[in-house]
């Protein structure tokens, strides 16, 4: 079963913009991870949050993570092209290894 | 370099077939792990290998999916009697270790297509 959701759904917004990606989720986590997947591709991964961290950064993605409101956002500045594809956030349970997804954030970028 | 690979790429098969899915972690990965993943929708959780032993299976639908690692590297995901629901793209991952707080590294999946 899905841990939460992602919204928007899809968001489409033009180059030089930024994209602002919402995920909620259900249960206590160790952490919290954006992975991305382009059409017909794996899922390759963007960022690691831990549950005792609230923001981090890297390069042109920002983090943020409310562990009272069991919610995070994923910022990309800037946007290119190239950043259009499927953003997915994912959680590593207390107790569990294995990762649980959201539904994803399909995101066109506009030249 | 070397990333998870996944063999074959696309699978399409008749209802009621077998189908074994492969799965070549990253070198050196004691962890991997297999996913599967409906049009629209996230990857879910079917099954886990720390080295050789299933550390969690608890994702697997039903009796019908089986997988294996028996040498602690390449794994097997394997299909019994496929009906049309089992129609998707099959994901594999591997990590370091099975430890806290480590990202998953993802193949590019076998699209499965039961007929």
């Known amino acids: 079963s899905q841990q939460g959701e992602e919204d928007p759904q899809a968001l489409s917004i033009q180059e030089g913009e930024n994209a602002t990606m919402n995920c909620s989720y259900k249960t206590s986590i160790n952490n919290l991870q954006w992975y991305r997947q382009n059409s017909g591709r794996g899922l390759v991964h963007l960022i690691l949050i831990r549950s005792n961290e609230r923001e981090k950064h890297s390069g042109r993605l920002r983090v943020t993570l409310d562990t009272s409101k069991k919610s995070s956002s994923l910022l990309i500045t800037a946007s290119r092209a190239a950043d259009t594809a499927s953003y997915f956030c994912?959680?590593?349970?207390?107790?569990?290894?294995?990762?649980?997804f959201g539904s994803g954030t399909q995101l066109t970028v506009l030249p | 370099g070397a990333g998870v690979s996944q063999t074959p790429s696309n699978k399409v098969t008749e209802k009621g077939k077998y189908v074994e899915l492969r799965c070549d972690p990253i070198s050196g990965h004691t962890a991997l792990y297999w996913y599967r993943q409906s049009l629209g929708q996230g990857p879910e959780f079917l099954i886990y290998?720390?080295?050789?032993?299933?550390?969690?299976d608890s994702g697997l639908p039903n009796d019908r999916f089986f997988a294996v690692r028996p040498e602690g590297s390449v794994s097997t995901l394997k299909i019994q009697r496929t009906e049309r629901g089992d129609s998707a793209v099959y994901l594999c991952?591997?990590?370091?270790?099975?430890?806290?707080?480590?990202?998953?590294?993802f193949g590019d999946g076998t699209r499965l297509s039961i007929l």
């Open positions: 991952a591997s990590s370091p270790t099975d430890r806290e707080n480590q990202p998953q590294h």
């Open positions: 290998f720390q080295g050789t032993g299933a550390a969690d």
């Open positions: 994912a959680t590593d349970a207390d107790s569990a290894r294995q990762l649980t």
